[in-house]
T-cell receptor, first 115, second 113 residues
């Protein structure tokens, strides 16, 4: 089984809808991240969490919120989806708290289309 | 502000040749520099990490150099194969234990048979 899983893998929604993307990991890592990737713009950090009680905004947090339900689970919500949130979303984990290096392990991605 | 530059144009090479990809950065003093591989529609996969005080790192057919004076890293794939075709991302990490990674936009490598 994959160490970092994301659900759903594909999602089509309409403008104004609230949606949630979920991420689970079995790596036992404390740190979790949400990125979005757009053609030509690369990976951009939305939110990150260094442990269950820690939530931090990334580069592009407007329009998004997160919840860290447990060490293994980190969810991303779009409160009111808009078309420019159409993108490929990745969850990632790292064990930098113990290993010192911020090597990240990515999930398979969620492709989101907002109509 | 911090800026990471990777060649946006795809690199096309023939099988068996050495591929060299470049990562330049400005307004940053990274403690570590990492390289990731990303296949279309998939998440990036970690390849190599090099520390600021290391000049070169090797792993099988991969070699990374890190020049903090030039603010540049070179990523080499020797004896390239069509299976090496992918997008390669560099990522920088700061000195703080609370740093996150800053990714470049990546360079696509196409290895033709």
């Amino acid at each position: 089984d994959a160490d970092v899983t994301q659900t759903p893998r594909n999602r089509i929604t309409k403008t104004g809808k609230r949606i949630m993307l979920e991420c689970s990991q079995t790596k036992g890592h404390d740190r979790m991240y949400w990125y979005r990737q757009d053609p030509g713009l690369g990976l951009r950090l939305i939110y990150y969490s260094f442990d269950v009680k820690d939530i931090n905004k990334g580069e592009i947090s407007d329009g998004y919120s997160v919840s860290r339900q447990a060490q293994a689970k980190f969810s991303l919500s779009l409160e009111s989806a808009i078309p420019n949130q159409t993108a490929l979303y990745f969850c990632a984990t790292s064990d930098a708290g113990t290993s010192k290096f911020e090597t990240q392990y990515f999930g398979p991605g969620t492709r989101l289309l907002v109509l | 502000s911090q800026k990471i530059e990777q060649n946006s144009e795809a690199l096309n090479i023939q099988e068996g040749k050495t591929a060299t990809l470049t990562c330049n950065y400005t307004n940053y003093s990274p403690a570590y520099l990492q390289w990731y591989r990303q296949d279309p529609g998939r998440g990036p996969v970690f390849l190599l990490l090099i520390r600021e005080n290391e000049k070169e790192k090797r792993k099988e057919r991969l070699k990374v150099t890190f020049d903090t004076t030039l603010k540049q890293s070179l990523f080499h794939i020797t004896a390239s194969q069509p299976a090496d075709s992918a997008t390669y991302l560099c990522a920088l990490e700061g000195h703080s234990g609370y740093s996150t990674l800053t990714f470049g936009k990546g360079t696509m490598l196409l290895v033709s048979p």
